[in-house]
């Protein structure tokens, strides 16, 4: 058996002004956004109830100056906030008008407390709070993006409620826990709008705040201090509010232009169908452009599913033309990645249409999240992030471990690595397919730290699943990332 290991530079990042870093905060700071706003200003709607909407004002003014990270031992992975005035990292301001907030009353919100029913309490807050959005959208003071700042007690009523129907959740499917979820039901009912929303627990803008232990823990929600949620929140806030990318990946000197595709698979809310869901990643800028697939086939008992050799041929085929319309020429090099394994009927349909579009150089990646062998290292800390073995054609990553630029191990649990699997038709090898699958790890724009573990394509496919399941047969479905994350 082959076994090399080694262990691969933390990707490279590039910013405004084509400069380059490791560190998204860093790279921000010192030279901007690498596609500069278009205007001086992202325009903030807030809806929430009185206290919410008060605090957000408030977060966004102190924001404004800039936060402390208050911790002293690990400087890089706990960076100050340099604040929105000469050292922007946004090189714009955000700005909340008078007339773009709304308030539940709470009247509205003790009700949809008291409803004894899970699904009706989660429905009626959905409700209430997109007739705000809708107003907000009617409105002379339309926002760029807008905050919907939960109050405590909407946060405990629906955000893990739960129907008692049997669970829909399947092994390699995104749909996540039973209907309704609050957040993927509001996504997808707020999707007409013409601006997109960011969900915002009460604590985030409010540190007396308190959300319960049980809340937290079964959200797997870990609340940062202010400087780094303030570093997360604004470089969301710029992406949505703008359109515009903070940063991209630093393309290789020669690399061919690329399209990335992550597939996923998710149920419908009845539970009874399972779909697949695809979001494409234009290019190595990270214009993302979403498209849903037909049913899905499992092998058995609902596990396992995939596609057939027709519908892998439509949504590759579907992908390329979008690339197309979009750069008016096709990609020279296409990879897909997926968290099953590639039947061969699956695979015989993607590479029907990748021949037909003529893209010469492709790679099926069948990522595995779980894996039962592990790396030791020397020493109380995990092995490095980046860390690479290769098993006879096939690769163990880890995306998750310590990181020698943040002086520390910053997970909570012992990392767990991938096992990629390129399908036997890819051209790279599987250091090349790792290293690359490490860079796109850190394409993400709700997140400023550098311990992703899921790349990009696979990571965006499933947030969309978690909406997509949500919308209703003949509602359209926007083609916008920012409207799903």
């Known amino acids: 058996m082959k076994f090399e290991s080694r262990i691969f530079d933390e990707p490279l990042l590039e910013f405004g002004g084509e400069h380059s870093h490791s560190d998204p905060r860093l790279g921000l700071t010192e030279a901007g956004p690498l596609q500069a706003p278009l205007g001086d200003k992202v325009r903030i709607g807030v809806v929430g109830d009185a206290k919410t909407v008060e605090s957000t004002r408030n977060y966004l003014q102190r924001a404004a100056d800039g936060f402390e990270s208050e911790s002293e031992t690990h400087p890089n992975m706990h960076p100050n906030f340099p604040g929105l005035r000469n050292r922007n990292p946004f090189r714009c301001e955000f700005d909340v008008s008078a007339g773009a907030t709304r308030a539940l009353s709470k009247a509205q919100i003790e009700k949809i407390v008291k409803e004894p029913d899970h699904a009706k309490a989660v429905e009626m807050a959905v409700e209430a709070i997109l007739a705000q959005l809708q107003s907000l959208d009617d409105s002379g003071d339309r926002p760029d993006v807008a905050i919907i700042a939960l109050p405590v007690a909407l946060i405990e009523r629906v955000w893990n409620a739960r129907t008692d129907a049997e669970s829909t959740t399947e092994k390699d ?53 202010e400087a780094g949620r303030t570093w997360n ?33 998710y149920r419908d809310v009845s539970g009874q169908q399972l779909w697949t869901s695809a979001a494409q990643m234009f290019d190595e800028r990270g214009k993302g452009f979403i498209l849903k697939g037909n049913r899905a086939q499992t092998e058995s008992r ?22 197309r319309d979009h750069h008016k020429h096709a990609p020279a090099r296409v990879i897909i990645l997926k968290t099953s394994r590639f039947r061969d009927e699956e695979a015989d349909g993607i590479l029907r249409a990748l021949d037909e579009a003529e893209t010469e150089l492709r790679d099926l990646v069948w990522v595995q999240e779980s894996y039962s062998v592990k790396i ?24 998750n471990g310590s990181i020698p630029y943040y002086g520390t191990y910053p997970g909570l649990y012992v990392p767990h690595p991938l096992l990629l699997c390129p399908h036997k038709s890819s051209d790279s090898t599987p250091a090349q397919v790792a290293e690359e699958i490490l860079s796109l790890t850190k394409i993400n724009w709700n997140s400023t730290q550098m311990n992703q573990r899921l790349p990009i394509p696979i990571r965006a496919a499933r947030k969309v699943g978690e909406v997509l399941k949500y919308i209703n047969e003949g509602q359209s479905v926007s083609s916008d990332y920012r409207k799903y994350i």
């Open 173 to 225: 499917d995104s749909g996540g826990p039973d209907a309704p979820n609050f957040r993927g039901l509001l996504k997808a009912r707020a999707m007409p709008l013409t601006f997109p929303i960011q969900i915002v627990w009460e604590d985030v803008i409010d540190e007396s705040a308190k959300i319960p232990r049980k809340i937290k823990e079964s959200s797997e929600r870990k609340i940062q201090n």
């Open 233 to 265: 929140l604004m470089a969301t806030l710029y992406y949505k509010g703008t359109g515009r990318i903070p940063w991209r990946r630093l393309p290789k000197q020669g690399e061919f232009r690329a399209c990335y595709i992550g597939v996923s698979f």
């Open 302 to 323: 609902g596990r396992h599913p995939y596609m057939t050799e027709e519908d892998a041929y439509t949504l590759v085929r579907n992908a390329l033309r979008a690339y």
């Open 376 to 399: 030791l290292r020397d020493g109380d800390y995990p092995v490095l992030r980046g860390t690479f073995v290769e098993l006879d054609g096939k690769g163990l990553l880890y995306t």
